[in-house]
């Protein structure tokens, strides 16, 4: 029987590390410059912009200077031109510290990319160079006080008027709705389109619009640093050359996106389990009860084991997505799947770590507070989980 060398060492299993299925040198030197940034420009302010309900704009401008904004945008127009790979290390990092730094992710990953895409050369030469160097910063206005994943039924017209829409109704909930100076705007121009939602179009609106308001500043459960707002439009006036890609095409852009918006979501979560599960068991360790540390306690092993098994299996899937969905591979179900489950997890972890810790865990100072209440609106972004599992039933053939 042959032996093992005893030189020979089992590799070291390592929940916690950054390093994913994606990554290359490149990416994780992108992710260190970004850890040293959020260290420096973010983490010392986090409580004052938590307790003002709002994260400066000039932070967004910084981050733009640095490289950090919309990595993807191709050279022509004043980006990187890098791999969507950069933008998942941008929504872990951000989604790790936590915050209102949150919206730089949906403006470089989510909104960004309809103008990439679907965007006139104009357009793009007009907008994109902004968006990398953060002297233009987006939103998307989908959500009205009456609909919310029903995008079909919005309310909201844009009725054309020479060479202007006139946009007339309300949105809310709207991320970055008080910093963006550009809000992607999803109208209704044909409302007697059948299906509904063929009458869906996009128009981009400036923030100095005529007839275009920020309204007030939404309080929230959680996300307290993230503006979240509603926006009303009293025949606002924008120049029909506004409008992403044809009428009647709003619906299908936003379909066309969503994928990479949930693999997004789902890698957030994990990254956002780590930091908790990490914090977590940093505190178990140093908390003493009946003379001995709280991570002696069975419960406390268990809790801790069950967790750690989920994120990896988690990580796991979600690593294979990432790179599956680099590759141009349609992974709709899949994604959906990861999208619900790993936010579901996410959201359970945050009152498990929040009972490992205890009374202290109650206390503003651990971030365990604020996690507990941030992560749950994960679950219902991006499509709620409930619309996720609708989305997977129908692809199986149900």
Request: charged content about 25%.
């Amino acid at each position: 029987m042959s032996k093992t060398s005893s030189t020979t060492k089992a590799p070291t299993f390592d929940l916690f590390s950054t390093k994913r299925a994606y990554s290359t040198d490149e990416h994780e030197m992108y992710r260190t410059s970004l850890q040293k940034f959020i260290e420096k420009e973010v983490k010392p302010y986090l409580h004052e912009w938590e307790e003002n309900g709002y994260t400066p704009r000039e932070l967004y401008k910084k981050m733009g200077e640095h490289g950090f904004l919309s990595p993807q945008v191709d050279p022509a127009y004043g980006g990187l031109g890098l791999d969507f790979g950069f933008n998942l290390v941008l929504a872990e990092e951000t989604s790790r510290i936590g915050g209102g730094i949150g919206g730089a992710s949906l403006h470089s990953s989510i909104t960004v990319p309809y103008i990439e895409k679907y965007g006139t050369e104009v357009q793009k030469l007009k907008y994109l160079n902004g968006c990398v160097t953060g002297d233009i910063f987006t939103a998307v206005a989908m959500t009205e006080p009456g609909t919310g994943s029903d995008l079909a039924s919005v309310n909201t017209t844009a009725v054309r008027d020479g060479d202007y829409y006139v946009i007339k109704g309300q949105k809310t909930f709207i991320t970055n709705g008080l910093n963006a100076d550009l809000i992607f705007v999803v109208v209704k121009t044909d409302p007697k389109a059948v299906p509904a939602r063929k009458g869906i179009s996009i128009i981009m609106v400036e923030k100095d619009t005529p007839g275009f308001i920020c309204g007030r500043k939404l309080k929230k459960m959680g996300g307290h640093s993230q503006d979240t707002v509603e926006l009303i439009f009293e025949d606002a006036r924008v120049p029909v050359s506004n409008l992403l890609g044809k009428e009647g095409e709003g619906f299908y852009i936003l379909m066309d996106k969503l994928q990479q918006e949930r693999i997004i979501c789902a890698s957030s979560a994990f990254a956002l389990g780590q930091e908790m599960l990490e914090s977590t068991i940093r505190y178990v360790k140093e908390r003493h009860a009946f003379g001995v540390p709280i991570s002696s306690f069975q419960n406390t092993q268990f809790e801790i084991a069950e967790m750690a098994t989920e994120l990896s299996i988690a990580g796991a899937f979600i690593d294979d997505l990432a790179v599956r969905h680099m590759n141009g591979e349609d992974i709709t179900t899949q994604a959906s799947m990861a999208k619900w489950w790993m936010t579901d997890k996410a959201r359970k972890m945050s009152a498990r770590c929040l009972q490992l810790h205890g009374g202290y865990g109650y206390m503003e100072e651990y971030d365990i507070a604020r996690q507990y209440r941030d992560v749950a609106v994960m679950p219902i972004y991006a499509g709620t989980n409930e619309i996720m599992k609708n989305i997977i039933a129908k692809n199986l053939g149900l």
